[in-house]
C-alpha cells in the first residue's frame, strides 16, 4: 500500500525503506485524477523498482486495493505519442508492446476499463463500479433471448393458472458478520467501509427487494441480526421466515423464506448435523426443511418440498460432508414422500463447500456414489494438495446414526435377541429381531430423487468457469440450486441447458460470473455486492 502511495505522489522510497526519492525526472500533468508521464521515463524509473510489488493478477491477491491489472486483459491504455501542452484529444486503445515506442505515454487510471473487443465473453458489461447479470431464458423461450434486469422483473414471466403454478427461488450465502471478521484475512483486497453492517444490510435487502424471489434460501444468517434486522425487514416485505441456528458457538444459520401470497406452511423440519454419541459428527452445521403448499383455486394442490443447508467447510473432511448431506436428504426423504410412494417436487438448496464435478456434487445429481478407495480430501475438489489422503472407511457412517446406504431413515428395530434351538413364542417374535450373520456393508451410496443442478457451471459461451463465491483467497462455485426433474436423454457439453422433461421446469435462472467478471469490480465484497457470494435466482413451473 505505501509503495502505491508513493506512486499516486510522485515519490517513492529508498530499498533501505529510509527517505523518498522522486520517481519522475520532472512533475507530472495531473488530468483529473490520472496521472500521465512518457513510457520510457515510467518503465525506467517505475517498474524496475518496487511497484511491480503492487499489482494484483487473477489468483494473486496483494493488500493493495489498487491498482488491478489483469493478466489476460491488460489494462494499461496507452496514448498516441503527444506532449501534454496539446490541446488534441487523447486517442485510447488497447495495451500492445507492439504499440509501445520510447514516446509513447502510459495511463495510469483508477479503474480498469476494457473495450468492446476485450468485453467479457460473458457479454457482462462493467458499468458505473457493477456488473450487469442477464436472465437466461430456458424451458420455451429461445436461449439466445436474453434482457438487463432493469427491463423484465422476476414475476413478469411467472404466471399462475389452473395448469401451472410458476414462483421463483433464490439462495443466498450473505456472509455472518462475525465470520467476515473473525476469517478478515480473506477480505484484504475490500477497502474497509464496504465491509460494515451498516453498510452491508442495506445493499443485501436492496438485492431481495430487486429480485422478489417467491421463496429465501439465506445462508450465514446471524441470530442477532435476523431478531433484530432482517426478519422484521423480510416480513414487512410480504414474507414468512424461517431459522434454524447452527448448534455450535457461532450464532449464524440458515433461513428459509416464503410469501404469504404463494404458498401456506405445511411442515417445518430443522435438521442438526451434530451428534454427540458419533465421533464424526462432531460440526454444528446444520439444515432446514420446509413444506409448502402453493395457494391456487384447486382442491388438494400439490405440495413442494424446500431444504437449505450449509455443510461443513473443512476440505479434508469430506467423510463428515457426505454423512451431513445424508442426513439431509433422509429428512428430505420422509417430509417429500408421498402415500403412493412417489415424492413430491423438491428443490435443494444452500453452500454444499463442494466444487462442479467432485464426488459429493456426482452424487447428488447422479443419485450413486462408489466410494471404496476414495481419499477424504477429494471428496468435495476444493483443493488438489496431498492434505487429507486418508481412505474413507466402509461404512462412512456407524449403524447407530440409523440412515442407510440409500440415504432415508431406517425403521425403528426393537431389541435383539440371538437365535437359539429354543422355542421363542410368537409374541418374543414379533417384538425381537433376530440376528442374521454379518453381511459385508456395501461401498455403494445411492439417493432415490432426480435431481439436477440449475446451473451449467460453465459459460454458454466459452465454456469459462462460472463462480459463486470470490475473495482474497479463491473464487469458486459452492452454491447450488438443485430441483427434482426428469432429465432427457440428450447429453450437453460444458455450457449447455440441460433438457427436461417431467417434474419442475426451470424457466429461467440469473446468469452467474467468471472470475475474470468479478476482478474488474475488486472482487467480492464489494460496494455495490456486500457478501462474498453471489445470489443465486431461478424460475420454477410446476405442473397441475
Not at 483529473?32 to 520510457?40: F, V
Not at 499489482?55 to 486483459?73: E, N, V
Not at 439417493?447 to 459459460?459: A, N, T
Request: aromatic content about 10%.
Amino acid at each position: 500500500m505505501e509503495t502505491w502511495r508513493c506512486v499516486r505522489r510522485g515519490y517513492g522510497r529508498c530499498v533501505a525503506g529510509r527517505g523518498r526519492y522522486s520517481m519522475f525526472p520532472y512533475p507530472l500533468k495531473s488530468l483529473g485524477q490520472d496521472w500521465t508521464t512518457p513510457r520510457a521515463e515510467l518503465q525506467r524509473y517505475c517498474w524496475n523498482r518496487h511497484i511491480s510489488s503492487c499489482l494484483r493478477w487473477p489468483g494473486h491477491y496483494s493488500r493493495a486495493p489498487y491498482p488491478y491489472f489483469s493478466s489476460r486483459q491488460f489494462s494499461l491504455n496507452c496514448r498516441a505519442p503527444l506532449l501534454f501542452d496539446s490541446g488534441t484529444p487523447f486517442q485510447y486503445y488497447n495495451w500492445r508492446s507492439d504499440h509501445l515506442s520510447n514516446t509513447a505515454f502510459i495511463h495510469l487510471s483508477s479503474h480498469v476499463m476494457n473495450s468492446d473487443r476485450d468485453e467479457p465473453s460473458s457479454k457482462r458489461k462493467k458499468h458505473q463500479g457493477t456488473i450487469k447479470r442477464n436472465w437466461e431464458y430456458l424451458y420455451g423461450h429461445n436461449k439466445e433471448k436474453t434482457k438487463d434486469l432493469e427491463d423484465k422483473t422476476v414475476h413478469s414471466m411467472c404466471e399462475d393458472s389452473e395448469e401451472k403454478f410458476d414462483f421463483s427461488v433464490m439462495s443466498y450465502n450473505i456472509l455472518s458478520q462475525d465470520l467476515l471478521e473473525d476469517n478478515s484475512h480473506l477480505y484484504r483486497h475490500c477497502q474497509r467501509p464496504v465491509l460494515h453492517w451498516s453498510f452491508r444490510f442495506p445493499n443485501i435487502l436492496k438485492e431481495i427487494k430487486h429480485f422478489d424471489a417467491d421463496v429465501l434460501c439465506l445462508q450465514e444468517v446471524q441470530e442477532d441480526h435476523y431478531g433484530t434486522e432482517i426478519r422484521p425487514s423480510l416480513e414487512s416485505l410480504g414474507y414468512h421466515c424461517e431459522y434454524k441456528m447452527k448448534t455450535g458457538s457461532k450464532p449464524d444459520g440458515c433461513a428459509i423464506c416464503f410469501k404469504h401470497s404463494k404458498f401456506s406452511l405445511l411442515s417445518v423440519n430443522p435438521v442438526e448435523f451434530c451428534r454427540r454419541d458419533i465421533p464424526l459428527l462432531d460440526r454444528d452445521n446444520i439444515g432446514l426443511v420446509l413444506l409448502l403448499q402453493p395457494k391456487i383455486a384447486r382442491a388438494a394442490p400439490p405440495s413442494i418440498c424446500i431444504a437449505n443447508t450449509h455443510l461443513l467447510y473443512n476440505p479434508r473432511r469430506g467423510d463428515i460432508k457426505l454423512t451431513q448431506l445424508a442426513m439431509l436428504l433422509a429428512e428430505i426423504s420422509s417430509v417429500a414422500h408421498q402415500k403412493d410412494g412417489s415424492f413430491c417436487p423438491i428443490i435443494m438448496c444452500g453452500d454444499f463447500n463442494s466444487v462442479p464435478g467432485s464426488p459429493l456434487y456426482s452424487f447428488i445429481k447422479e443419485g450413486k456414489l462408489n466410494y471404496e478407495g476414495l481419499a477424504i480430501g477429494k471428496v468435495s475438489g476444493q483443493e488438489q494438495s496431498s492434505r487429507g489422503q486418508r481412505i474413507l472407511s466402509i461404512p462412512i457412517w456407524p449403524p447407530n446414526l440409523g440412515i442407510s446406504q440409500s440415504c432415508v431413515y431406517e425403521p425403528q428395530q426393537g431389541p435383539r435377541v440371538e437365535k437359539t434351538d429354543s422355542k421363542l413364542t410368537q409374541a418374543q417374535l414379533e417384538k425381537a429381531e433376530v440376528l442374521k450373520p454379518a453381511e459385508k456393508v456395501s461401498s455403494h451410496l445411492q439417493h432415490h430423487f432426480s435431481l439436477s443442478s440449475v446451473y451449467s457451471h460453465y459459460s454458454p459461451d466459452t465454456g469459462v468457469p462460472e463462480v459463486t463465491t470470490c475473495h482474497s483467497r479463491s473464487a469458486i462455485t459452492v452454491d447450488y440450486i438443485f430441483y427434482s426433474a426428469e432429465k432427457d436423454g440428450a447429453a450437453g457439453g460444458r455450457g449447455a441447458e440441460v433438457a427436461l422433461v417431467g417434474g419442475l421446469k426451470l424457466l429461467a435462472r440469473l446468469s452467474l460470473l467468471t472470475e475474470q467478471d468479478l476482478w474488474t469490480v475488486n472482487g467480492l465484497p464489494n460496494e455495490h455486492n456486500s457478501s462474498d457470494h453471489l445470489p443465486l435466482l431461478a424460475k420454477f413451473r410446476l405442473e397441475l
